[in-house]
C-alpha cells in the first residue's frame, strides 16, 4: 500500500533460525501495527506502536516474538527460533490516532522449512 | 475488549445478485467502523468507513450504515460483479481516549460468478 514497504516480500527459512522483517514507512504517521494472516485465516493481532506511548504487545503469541520501533519510523519484528507454526503473512500498518483508515503494506510472507 | 463478528462464508453469487455481509461489533466508547477488502494476490485496502453513528459509508456501489443502537455495520451491494470477488473485514477502531487499536472480524471470502 502506498506510504508503507515491508521487506523483505518473501522469506524462506529453516526452523529454529531467527528472522527479523522490517516495515519502512514512507509517510509520517504516529500509529504503526503488525498483524500475522495465516493461510484461510484472518488477521491476527500482533503489536501496536502510538507515539511515545509504551507499545501495546499484547498479541504477540509467545516469547520468542519481539518488536521495536526506532524513532518512531522504521520498525522490525524479529521471530527467535522459528516454528513451522510461524509460516504466515506478516502486514505491517500505519495510521493515526483519530477516526482515520490505517494503510497496509503488501507484506512479508514467511515460510518455515 | 472490543470484538467483531461478522458473517461466516464463503459467500457464492451470480453476478448482479444483492450482497449483505452482517457485522456486529462489542465496543466501550466511540468506534470509528471500516470495511477493509483484500482482492486477490493484493494487499488491505480501504473500502468505507463511518466514524459515528448513523453515518453511512460508500464506495464503488458499496454501502454500509454505523447503527449503534444494534452494534451493526453490515456491508450490502445492489448488484455485485465478478470483479469484486475478494475477502471483506469489517473492522473497528478503538475511539475516545484508547490508543486507536484495530480489531478485526474473521472476513468474509465472496465469489461473484458470471
Known amino acids: 500500500g502506498a506510504g508503507v514497504s515491508q521487506s523483505p516480500s518473501n522469506k524462506v527459512t529453516e526452523k529454529g533460525k531467527d528472522v527479523e522483517l522490517r516495515c519502512d514507512p514512507i509517510?509520517?504517521?504516529?500509529?504503526l501495527y503488525w498483524y500475522r494472516q495465516s493461510l484461510g485465516q484472518g488477521l491476527e493481532f500482533l503489536i501496536y506502536f502510538q507515539g511515545n506511548s509504551a507499545p501495546d504487545k499484547s498479541g504477540l503469541p509467545s516469547d520468542r516474538f519481539s518488536a521495536e520501533r526506532t524513532g518512531g519510523s522504521v520498525s522490525t519484528l524479529t521471530i527467535q527460533r522459528t516454528q513451522q507454526e510461524d509460516s504466515a503473512v506478516y502486514l505491517c500498518?500505519?495510521?493515526?490516532?483519530?477516526?482515520?483508515?490505517?494503510?497496509f503494506g503488501q507484506g512479508t510472507r514467511l515460510t518455515v522449512v | 475488549g472490543n470484538s467483531v463478528t461478522q458473517m461466516e462464508g464463503p459467500v457464492t453469487l451470480s453476478e448482479e445478485a444483492f450482497l449483505t455481509i452482517n457485522c456486529t461489533y462489542t465496543a466501550t466508547g466511540y468506534p470509528s467502523l471500516f470495511w477493509y477488502v483484500q482482492y486477490p494476490g493484493e494487499g488491505l485496502q480501504l473500502l468505507l468507513k463511518?466514524?459515528?453513528?448513523?453515518d453511512k459509508g460508500s464506495n464503488k456501489g458499496f454501502e454500509a450504515t454505523y447503527r449503534k443502537e444494534t452494534t451493526s455495520f453490515h456491508l450490502e451491494k445492489g448488484s455485485v460483479q465478478v470483479s469484486d470477488s475478494a475477502v471483506y473485514f469489517c473492522t473497528l477502531k478503538a475511539g475516545g481516549t484508547s490508543y486507536g487499536k484495530l480489531t478485526f472480524g474473521q472476513g468474509t471470502i465472496l465469489t461473484v460468478h458470471p
Open positions: 500498518a500505519l495510521g493515526d490516532r483519530g477516526p482515520t483508515e490505517a494503510f
Open positions: 509517510s509520517g504517521h504516529t500509529a
Open positions: 463511518a466514524t459515528k453513528a448513523d
